[in-house]
């Protein structure tokens, strides 16, 4: 769906995000069907750590303002 990345401040931390273009069809698609699965999921928390997603911590870095 998209492999534009950027470096983007998110929860105090500089992570990599992908930046994806919502108005092209295709992008819209995909990722409102990503959206009906998660939610069509009998239990929404078990799949994303099934995914993977709470697997890896970042280290938290201070943002001075």
């Known amino acids: 769906m998209g492999s534009r990345q950027e470096?983007?401040?998110v929860n105090?931390?500089?992570q990599s995000v992908y930046i994806y273009a919502c108005?092209?069809?295709v992008v819209a698609s995909?990722?409102?069907k990503a959206i009906?699965?998660?939610f069509a999921h009998p239990n929404p928390?078990?799949?994303l750590k099934q995914a993977g997603a709470f697997t890896s911590k970042k280290?938290?870095?201070?943002v001075k303002k």
Not at 59 to 62: I, K, N, R, W
């Open 7 to 9: 470096n983007r401040l």
């Open 59 to 62: 280290q938290m870095t201070l």
């Open 12 to 14: 105090g931390t500089q």
């Open 36 to 38: 009906e699965e998660f």
């Open 30 to 32: 995909g990722l409102t």
């Open 23 to 25: 108005h092209d069809p």
């Open 45 to 47: 928390t078990a799949a």
